[in-house]
């Protein structure tokens, strides 16, 4: 199954054309470290006083950890006197001190990253509801909810962890080697000397390991998409037995995503083992020198017992960095991939002096209309006719003429290549478009109802809609009819895009809604497709009461939806190629004729 097949049951109008390139920026290569962190510290706006509270706690811990190895060696050379009882119980007060403050800080630090992410969740979801049609026409849904979820949870862990770690290693290392310093210059130079391992240790894993963890997210992601669209498309997958090939693909991409993320977790689990190494190998120096040193004199049992601690505090921050650093690659990949939906591009904004479309009488005029999904392709090729207010218009023409585009262009999903669409004498791109859009009512073939009851649904037209007017439209459709039949009536929940009713009793639902929006212009894209012929007689009776008054336009392939339209017009290969009502197409013996023959 194509990826951008529409499998996931949401409304859309049109096919996938084109690609997500001219919405996303490349990604195949890692964004600046440093500007992806800038960014995401945009997010902690209004947080910045639990931040800087925060802090106070780690530069606090942090001093404690700078003072408490100093105490040590002190009590090793007061035990010789008997005098260390005091020193103790101070060093047994740090401790403590030093654990509830890493406990407050930690929750400060959830805290706060929990509500990075909510607000990061927010901007995401908000910049999809900005986006055009044709983003959701050519991305996988699987991808985007990978990227909402799985993506913006991973971002979660910067803060709690690399950030924490960043400033106690700044404090902790330069303290460390204050006191280093002050206690014994030789031994402090033989402690610096893994400082350029650890180094190219980590310069050299951090090229491999970003670029895995990148690779790692999108492969999950493209597995995310897999999912989605098997499960949602689970009905086609099963019609034309292609349950071997869904398993099959999946297996390849999981299998890929097995063979990154273990790359990854290799690489970055490559830093511990080799930074024990490193800092045993400095320990071994640090002992054998302070040795030497105690032996002639130079230095106290005392002053190696604190120099000993002072080193390990010294490894220890770089190795928190190490063990934090899959974390950091992984999430800052993340952070990626989530900015780069939020740096899409968004549809067009109104022009400044558009203005709002109320109650519009209907006149619509195509004038030398030109337009191609891509740009070296036209679907409509100088496409000129007009609609009197009030007409109903049928569309008609072989798959992929071009008669749901029309409709696309109509209600600005796209806009026009070249040439005018106008509305009442306007053109429409002098509307806003939310006006524009809200003057149409619109039942498509795929019908998408949301979670919810039945009332909902339909009450989903016109949520100001009073719970009699609910009930009328249902009954307008003839909806009412099988909903009073079920358990719960209109009170009825349904599934995931309402699984639990028939195609054709979620065709009336969708047709409901239709009706109590009270459109000025009705768009009925095979409409009654899903319904047997007793239903659609039915159907056509509302309809045919709902049209009246309205400008109307119909794609519809069954002769007896179209036959009374007050005009009809055929599309081929993108151009206007016959105009007239049914008994004239009829006379003139053309493509209609032909169609109608078949």
């Known amino acids: ?125 908000k910049i999809l509801q900005k986006l055009p049609i044709a983003f959701f026409d050519a991305y996988p849904h699987g991808e985007l909810m990978s990227r909402i979820t799985n993506d913006t949870d991973n971002i979660a862990g910067i803060l709690a962890t690399a950030i924490t770690q960043f400033m106690s290693v700044v404090i902790v290392l330069t303290g460390s080697i204050a006191m280093m310093l002050y206690l014994s210059p030789l031994m402090t130079f033989c402690t610096l000397v893994t400082v350029p391992l650890v180094y190219l240790l980590t310069k050299t894993i951090s ?21 989605e669209e098997d499960i949602s498309g689970i009905k086609i997958v099963k019609a034309y037995g292609h349950e071997k090939e869904s398993i099959e693909n999946f297996e390849q991409t999981n299998e890929r995503l097995r063979s990154v993320s273990t790359k990854a977790q290799v690489w970055s689990g490559f830093v511990m083992p080799i930074m024990n190494v490193i800092n045993n190998f400095g320990f071994v120096v640090v002992a054998g020198v302070g040795g030497y040193l105690a032996v002639k004199g130079t230095v106290s049992v005392g002053t190696i017992a604190s120099f000993i601690n002072y080193s390990k505090q010294f490894g220890m921050p770089l190795n928190d960095l190490a063990n934090t650093f899959n974390t950091l690659q992984s999430a800052l990949a993340s952070a990626e991939r989530v900015f780069e939906i939020l740096d899409a591009e968004e549809e067009a904004k109104d022009t400044a002096h558009a203005t709002a479309l109320i109650t519009p009488k209907g006149d619509i005029i195509f004038e030398n209309v030109f337009f191609g999904y ?55 791109r002098n509307y806003t478009r939310d006006s524009l859009r809200k003057c149409f009512g619109i039942v498509l073939q795929d019908t998408y109802l949301f979670s919810g009851t039945i009332f909902d649904n339909i009450k989903y037209g016109r949520l100001e809609a009073t719970e009699n007017e609910v009930f009328e439209a249902a009954k307008a459709s003839g909806a009412d009819k099988f ?75 069954r002769l007896s939806t179209i036959v009374s339209s007050d005009k009809i017009l055929v599309i081929s290969n993108g151009e206007l190629a016959e105009v007239g009502n049914h008994t004239e197409l009829m006379a003139q013996g053309g493509i209609y004729k032909q169609m109608n023959e078949v």
């Open 483 to 557: 909903i009073k039949k079920l358990s719960e009536g209109y009170n009825t929940l349904l599934s995931e895009s309402g699984q639990n009713l028939s195609q054709g009793q979620r065709q009336l639902l969708a047709i409901s809604r239709a009706i109590l929006s009270n459109p000025s212009i009705l768009i009925l894209d095979e409409a009654t497709s899903s319904v047997d012929t007793r239903t659609e007689l039915g159907i056509q009776k509302a309809m045919t009461k709902l049209m009246k008054g309205r400008t109307s336009f119909i794609i519809a392939h």
């Open 1 to 125: 199954m194509s990826k951008n097949e529409n499998t996931s049951g949401m409304p859309r109008i049109g096919g996938g054309h084109g690609g997500s390139q001219r919405f996303l920026r490349p990604a195949s290569k890692p964004k600046d470290t440093k500007k992806t962190i800038r960014r995401l510290l945009t997010f902690f706006a209004g947080q910045y006083k639990l931040l800087l509270f925060s802090f106070f706690l780690i530069f606090v811990s942090s001093i404690i950890s700078l003072i408490t190895p100093y105490l040590i060696g002190k009590a090793v050379d007061l035990i010789l006197i008997k005098k260390e009882k005091m020193i103790i119980l101070v060093l047994l007060g740090l401790f403590i001190l030093d654990g509830l403050l890493r406990f407050f800080r930690g929750y400060i630090l959830t805290t706060v990253s929990q509500k990075m992410v909510r607000l990061i969740r927010e901007s995401f979801f």
């Open 207 to 227: 090229k491999k390991t970003r670029k895995f963890f990148k690779e790692q997210q999108d492969t999950l992601g493209k597995l995310n998409g897999i999912i």
């Open 374 to 428: 891509t740009k070296d392709a036209n679907i409509l090729k100088n496409v000129s006719f007009d609609v009197k207010a009030g007409e109903a218009i049928a569309l008609v023409g072989p798959t992929g003429a071009g008669k749901t585009t029309i409709v696309n262009l109509i209600t600005r999903f796209y806009d026009v290549t070249s040439g005018t669409i106008s509305i009442d004498g306007k053109d429409i």
